[in-house]
């Protein structure tokens, strides 16, 4: 059974920075590519970032790019969102998910609990 | 980036109904849409990829059509269940989007 564990939420003052983990179990972590997405509280969801299963192709939303980066070790089964000059904005559940297919990245079959993040002075 | 707008945002509806929820892409996205429903304090759930084809495990009663632009989601006889917000997301470009969302209702 596949599963998706974040950690690495908190709280955190505007401009600093915050390291997430995703850890994956029950597929073959390194054959598909993950993704970050996440919600502010009461809102609607946000595409964040996307890292091909080999780590060599990333993409960002907008609204954190040059500010966040999306890696993975697939040795761990894990994968990171490394978030830096942290903004009241970027106040969110954070969820990972997983592509449905291998070859083709639409889809997002499954989804960790997700973990939450909180700027704020 | 491409701009989803969902209508309507929300609407109240009754067990057995037919509902219907629409999308439309601020730009021709062939048929790469995805319809998810998101419970309270729960992670969504892929409900439809492709526009059209349904996620293995979901109800028949989901469908979905479109292409280009616009996107239809419809649940042909709504089950206490359904109640909940769904959301079109785009996975034709960079970055994909998600449509604001709809959230329906008991009646």
């Known amino acids: 059974e596949v599963h998706l564990v974040e950690s690495g939420g908190g709280v955190i003052q505007p401009g600093g920075s915050l390291r997430l983990s995703c850890a994956g179990s029950g597929f073959t972590f390194d054959d598909y590519a993950m993704h970050w997405v996440r919600q502010a509280p009461g809102m609607g969801l946000e595409w964040v970032s996307l890292i091909s299963g080999d780590g060599y192709i990333t993409y960002y939303a907008d609204s954190v790019k040059d500010r966040f980066t999306i890696s993975r070790d697939n040795n761990k089964n894990s994968l990171y969102l490394q978030m830096s000059s942290l903004r009241t904005e970027d106040t969110a559940l954070y969820y990972c998910?997983?592509?449905?297919?291998?070859?083709?990245?639409?889809?997002?079959?499954?989804w960790g609990q997700g973990t939450l993040v909180t700027v704020s002075s | 980036a491409i701009q989803m707008t969902q209508s309507p945002s929300s609407l109240s509806a009754s067990v057995g109904d037919r509902v219907t929820i629409t999308c439309r892409a601020s730009?021709?996205?062939?048929?790469?849409l995805g319809w998810y429903q998101q419970k309270p304090g729960k992670a969504p759930k892929l409900l439809i990829h492709?526009?059209?084809s349904l996620q293995s495990g979901v109800p028949s009663r989901f469908s979905g059509t479109g292409s280009g632009t616009d996107f239809t989601l419809t649940i042909s006889s709504l089950q206490p269940e359904d109640f909940a917000t769904y959301y079109c997301l785009q996975d034709y470009n960079y970055p994909w989007t998600f449509g604001q969302g709809t959230k329906v209702e008991i009646k």
């Open positions: 730009q021709g996205i062939r048929n790469d």
């Open positions: 998910a997983k592509t449905k297919n291998p070859t083709a990245w639409y889809g997002l079959d499954y």
């Open positions: 492709a526009a059209s």
